[in-house]
């Protein structure tokens, strides 16, 4: 069965903090790894990642891929307070179209 | 330009009634998927389509079902609501089953 694994389930900090969220994954037929932050209700996108050791980096937000040993990292340099969210991880593979199997969640909270 | 639109936006039925959530894809994305995410865990795959013809379906009851009209939107349907019914629906659309999926702010469902 088709597996994805985040940590820590929750995270709180400080402003100017760096924090560094966990994916591990067990996926049949894997395409790509995904990350999306939540803060709501719709997900919004940041990352895709399909190679491994190749960052992606968006601003103060950067990830990265391991295909060999199945994991992910997703890091925030000089979190603010609209930080605060969920993050997902989400893993496109399995037998079904390109359906996304997702992780728990990492919850982080900001504080100022 | 319009992200993904769903609706309603919350939705209150009572235990064996019956349920139709509706989704509007990006313009110009033709396929949709629905995803079921209750409260503290992560979203969970339930169906995708592409070009009106389901393209895949995750682990859950006949119960679900949906369809995609030739406008690409879509509507999922739950018969005999359970008490464990009651999440957030999350509608997903991308350009081809191959291409990142962006999420819609979801129908919030709650069954008594």
């Known amino acids: 069965e088709d597996k994805v694994v985040q940590s820590p389930l929750s995270l709180v900090v400080h402003e100017g903090d760096t924090v560094t969220l966990n994916c591990s994954y067990e996926v049949t037929n894997f395409r790509s790894l995904l990350w999306y932050k939540q803060e709501k209700k719709a997900p919004t996108f940041l990352f895709m990642l399909?190679?491994?050791?190749i960052e992606k980096k968006s601003g103060r937000l950067s990830s990265i891929l391991d295909k060999k040993e199945l994991f992910s990292i997703l890091n925030i340099t000089a979190t603010q307070t609209g930080d605060s969210a969920i993050y997902l991880c989400?893993?496109?593979?399995?037998?079904?179209?390109?359906?996304?199997?997702f992780g728990g969640g990492t919850r982080l909270m900001v504080k100022p | 330009d319009a992200g993904v639109t769903q609706s309603p936006t919350h939705l209150i039925k009572t235990r064996g009634q019956h349920v139709t959530l509706r989704c509007s894809p990006i313009s110009g994305h033709k396929s949709v998927s629905w995803y079921q995410q209750v409260l503290g865990q992560g979203p969970q795959f339930i169906f995708q389509?592409?070009?009106?013809?389901?393209?895949g379906r995750g682990n859950f009851p006949d119960r679900f079902s949906a369809r995609q009209f030739p406008n690409y939107s879509s509507e999922l349907n739950v018969n005999a609501l359970l008490l464990g019914d009651s999440a957030l629906y999350l509608c997903?659309?991308?350009?081809?089953?191959?291409?990142?999926?962006?999420f819609g702010p979801g129908t919030r469902l709650t069954v008594l």
């Open positions: 989400a893993v496109e593979g399995g037998n079904a179209g390109n359906m996304l199997t």
């Open positions: 389509y592409y070009e009106k013809e389901e393209r």
């Open positions: 997903a659309s991308s350009l081809s089953t191959l291409d990142t999926q962006y």
């Open positions: 399909t190679s491994s050791g």
